[in-house]
């Protein structure tokens, strides 16, 4: 009976003692503590954002050489960050390189008050590189020199409250300012005091020419990314221990207005960067499910509570705090660092990764997870060239995953914002085939219905046109033939070094068997010339005619009289494949394939009746020959 006595004792004390620490005014911290509500995590796992292990097996660089890359920058395709101990650094490939260092050199992450902790970092569009240091302020930073200068003051008020906790920052194209206060009322090193009292954190802007500060908006749930739209038509700003996302408008109608951008997250968001289009990337430094809820975001309507664990962590603190005021040494340093400070709370977080890519307006696009446990903590999700980088706070190591990987449905528009603009390009233009890679002008146009193919019978004919000219572009100047509308290429032009009027009577291969039908009566070449020159004296309209040697730069065939429909189709979707289809037994014309190769000076044109074809190496069958023309049809040369 007197243990039970005892005990019931022990608990009146403690609950008197706890009584007397929560309700007796006047002692420390100094901030607000009321009752206030966080919207319960949002149920947006659908089968488009079902989990998935994108972020699994991720390339850790750096291990053990740097700690807590919290948050990213680039500028000409390199990597910048912050870290602890104050520095700024630049990844080259496998080399860190300190650019810059507000604070004074320490010992141990423990002296950060000293050496100062550089958070946020953005370049401007002139490449001057801004970088928030809670400790210290806001700096400029010459990356090629390492100068640096103050921008803000973080030991000036800004609207009756002094900036304790300046966090994250973006520029921008004037050249203004727009960045965080995560707290009114505490610094980093105390950040976990910021768990327990109200909202406090503001967005404000530095404005370039005044040289001002204004506050934007108040009372945010710890201010933290901050991020403009890709149109600066408004600022995303992260509230970390409320799990959303706020809105400021800059432009429209409701610009000096805020508004809930999202909320009701899976977990508490930290840095905010862009996408690559219109959209965000927002890190989860801790994540919620209902099996994993965050304990301070439940303790939220109990005040009460809040402010008891707040006052007793400040009762632990405060002996060690007059210690070091008194003897300065790094245990009690130690100590200080490790009860108020963020990472002593470490160990109550789920450790699990979430990356949600949030869009224009609002809605969560997609969602990266990990389940392999390989990272954790991680506040930024940077994309740069073809990884996405991923920094924390804590961890000792800097973390990167394919791009390919983590975002498939990305791939193009991202190479649109790399530096592969020319592979976008090509996946939405098709490539030129050989036949396009030169066009005339008179040819350009209808290529597409002219282009040469390897097939029999084309639905479409010009029954007007000489076959053999339009593989080189010579137009005949009179009416009753019309080029081609077809340009060589290169290939083709190195197969046939020319095309002479003789084509009109090329032998009707296999490939073509409706040309049969056409009745041509011819003889062999030897006699066929001698007719020509015969009939060559007997017309003399068809005997003064030339090929303009320096269009063609061939010798030129015979004159063709006027082809009918099917034989000058037949040369244009024949070409040079021809001459492997030539039936055997057909007598061949020595000169023709000599003429082919040597490429003489030109001859005199001669009567309409036709020879064989340079790429034929062959005379027409004379049961396929065709008819000739009464009437020769005067060609020349054009050039290319």
């Not at 080259?92 to 260092?101: D, E, L, N, T, Y």
């Not at 065939?557 to 057909?586: D, L, Y």
């Amino acid at each position: 009976m007197g243990y039970l006595k005892s005990i019931g004792t022990t608990f009146i004390y403690i609950g008197l003692f706890l009584a007397l620490i929560t309700f007796l005014p006047g002692l420390p911290p100094d901030a607000q503590f009321a009752e206030y509500n966080i919207s319960p995590p949002q149920q947006f796992l659908t089968d488009a954002l079902k989990l998935n292990n994108r972020l699994d097996d991720a390339e850790i660089l750096f291990e053990g050489k740097l700690k807590g890359p919290e948050s990213f920058t680039s500028r000409n395709g390199e990597l910048f960050t912050t870290l602890h101990g104050g520095d700024i650094v630049k990844i080259i490939g496998h080399h860190i390189v300190p650019i810059a260092k507000f604070g004074r050199p320490c010992d141990g992450v423990w002296m950060e008050k000293e050496c100062g902790r550089p958070l946020g970092l953005q370049f401007d569009k002139n490449g001057i590189l801004y970088v928030a240091d809670p400790y210290n302020g806001i700096f400029k930073v010459d990356v090629m020199t390492g100068e640096y200068d103050m921008i803000v003051d973080i030991s000036k008020p800004i609207e009756g409250k002094l900036p304790l906790l300046a966090n994250s920052l973006d520029i921008a194209a004037n050249g203004d300012i727009y960045w965080t206060d995560s707290s009114q009322d505490f610094i980093l090193q105390d950040g976990v005091y910021t768990c327990l009292a109200n909202p406090s954190g503001r967005l404000i802007k530095y404005d370039s020419s005044t040289k001002r500060n204004t506050v934007l908006v108040a009372n945010l749930g710890f201010a933290n990314g901050v991020k403009l739209s890709k149109d600066e038509s408004f600022v995303v700003v992260a509230e970390t221990m409320t799990s959303r996302l706020s809105k400021f408008h800059l432009k429209g109608d409701k610009a000096g207005t805020a508004e809930i951008f999202i909320q009701g997250l899976p977990g508490l968001p930290d840095n905010i960067h862009t996408d690559g289009g219109d959209g965000f990337l927002v890190s989860l430094i801790v994540t919620a499910d209902a099996d994993h809820p965050i304990l301070v975001q439940s303790l939220a309507p109990h005040p009460y509570i809040r402010k008891m664990l707040a006052r007793i962590l400040y009762l632990l603190e405060a002996p060690f705090k007059l210690v070091e005021d008194a003897y300065p040494n790094c245990y009690t340093k130690r100590a200080v660092h490790w009860i108020g400070h963020f990472e002593s709370v470490k160990f109550l977080q789920h450790e699990s990764v979430v990356v949600l890519r949030i869009g224009f307006d609002g809605k969560i696009i997609d969602v990266l997870y990990t389940s392999d446990g390989k990272i954790s903590g991680i506040s930024s999700a940077y994309i740069l060239k073809d990884y996405l980088y991923l920094g924390s706070p804590y961890n000792e190591y800097l973390a990167r995953v394919p791009l390919k990987r983590a975002f498939p449905a990305m791939k193009i528009e991202l190479n649109n914002v790399a530096d592969n603009v020319v592979e976008r390009q090509d996946a939405k233009t098709p490539p030129k085939s050989i036949g396009d890679s030169k066009l005339t002008g008179s040819a350009a146009a209808p290529v597409a219905s002219g282009t040469p193919k390897p097939k029999p019978a084309p639905s479409r004919r010009k029954p007007t046109q000489v076959p053999t000219q339009q593989q080189v572009n010579v137009d005949p100047p009179t009416q009753q033939q019309k080029p081609v509308t077809v340009s060589p290429t290169n290939q083709q032009q190195q197969a046939v070094t020319t095309d002479t009027p003789t084509r009109q009577q090329q032998p009707i291969s296999t490939v073509s068997p409706p040309r049969q039908q056409q009745p041509v009566t011819v003889t062999p070449t030897k006699r066929q010339e001698q007719q020509q020159q015969q009939k060559a004296t007997s017309n003399p309209t068809s005997a003064g005619k030339e090929m303009r040697p320096e269009s063609v730069k061939v010798v030129p065939a015979p004159q063709p009289a006027q082809p009918s429909p099917n034989v000058s189709k037949v040369s244009v979707e024949g070409g040079s494949e021809n001459r492997e289809r030539v039936k055997p037994g057909t007598a061949q014309n020595p000169n023709v394939g000599q003429q082919a190769r040597v490429r003489p000076t030109p001859q005199p044109a001669f009567t309409k009746q036709s020879t064989t074809h340079p790429h034929q190496g062959a005379t027409e069958n004379p049961s396929n020959a065709q008819k000739q023309s009464p009437q020769p049809a005067p060609v020349t040369g054009r050039n290319n």
